[in-house]
């Protein structure tokens, strides 16, 4: 009976010594947030831990809503008023609420890159074309003639500083996002006139999200590699050994947001070419900022049609260009490419098509953006990208020199990564945003960036000042609260990927909630 015992106590020893090898392993491979992912994920499937999982998700919601909405709203207007208000009144109620947004101080950011003070020309010269064209429709371009001049010849000149060829041609977008939908769709068709079913796209994983937007709307799957750890760049070499029969495109920043580094595109131009592949090159960010950085020799490697490969190039308008929201260009190396995202209606009643995804649009934004590349001319964007690239370098020489935080890499523009080895980077995000400035941060690697631009000329030195101050108080106590959307970011590395798309989607739902105050 003893020599049963001891194979039986043998046995478990055995058991617990190979299930303790297995959690080794799996800690070793995917971390100790990689083990809590697993556990959360599973808890959703248990009926009793289900509830519990749910209900942390239901605060968190809460917590968006209470930020965004607080306790609700006296003057919600969830149906049209019995009778309408008169101009002044609405005027007046209108003013009230963009007041109350105190825009315009240069702690807020809102992805406004230029100074908005009310005073600045350009700002009114804006308002003054806007108002001309306020009621206009660029899907009529044989009735307003002069909104569809504006839009052929800003996607041109947008062409041209990109040193586009005659063969280089454009269309004018709503955005970023838009441009990249439509790149991507050029793709996709492209793909299936090759005969490829399963188009891949290959990207670095700190790629806008707007390409994971487009790759699900259009069935593309996308092929993520992750940044090169010296760089924070797409490794080309990476992009080399996942080309498959598949592959129709490669995707490359210029720069991407976390970093503020442009990919090595001459180089990942070179694979493309070699195999008969589409190269888009991400220029929403850093448009009109990196062309002018280059045009002054401050900025040497190409990115753009200079470079034979790249196939289509997306840049804004309305960020370094500085136009009104809702201007982008999405450009391409050949007009069958743009052909290819064009998509005619003519079996219905009535013949339709338009440029882009979009139907009706107002000519006051396309007449602004128009006016304000005009008013800028080469000149002024240079000489702004110039004292933008002061500001970076003063940033950059103070970050390093605050004890604790440091640069993980040398960025080329638009935005300046910073991180700590020492203490928790959300940490100090968390308490710039209670002193009121915009802080991004994204994760792996933790990270928090300054996204820069005119209104920085006149608060710089305050945003270092406050920087510096924070990360002492950080260093000092280590158990600083995270909060914010630094917060979300900190455990976003803890909650699987359908958890934070619950959390997603639940932000958009509270964005679109009309909440009235109660009365007590």
Known sequence: MSKVLKAIRLLEHLLFAVAVSRVISFLRKYG????????????????GLKNVVNNELSKEVRKIEEKMLGKGDAEANVELPEAGYPTDKVFNMAKRLHDDDNFGTGKAWAGIYHDVTGEEPVGKLQDEIWALYNNSNSLYPGIFKSCRKFEAEIVQMAVSLLHGNESCCGLLTSGGTESILIAVLGYRELALQRGITKPEIICCRNAHGALDKAAHYFGVKLIKLEAKAETLSLDPSSVKSVITRNTIAVYASAPSFPSGVVDPIENIAAICKKHNLGLHVDNCLGGFYLSCLQARGLFAKKFDFQVDGVTSISIDIHKYGFAPKGVSVVTFSTKELRRLTIYPVS???????????????GGGVIAAAWATMMYYGKKGYEDVAVRLHEIKEKVEREVENIPGLKLPVKADLAVIPITSDEFDIYAVATLMEKRGWSTFTSQNPPLMQLCYGEQHYRVIDDWLKDLKECALYV???????IEGDAAVYGAAKMLPVEVLDDIMKSYIEVKMTVKQLKEN
């Not at 079996?347 to 649009?361: A, E, I």
């Not at 260093?475 to 609260?481: D, S």
Request: glycine letters at 14%; proline letters at 8%; zero cysteines.
């Open 32 to 47: 100790i947030a990689g083990v809590i992912k697993g556990l959360v994920s599973s808890a959703r499937n248990v009926p």
């Open 347 to 361: 079996s219905g009643l009535t013949l339709y098509v338009t440029p882009t995804l979009q139907g009706s649009r």
């Open 475 to 481: 260093a000092n106590n280590p158990g600083a609260k």
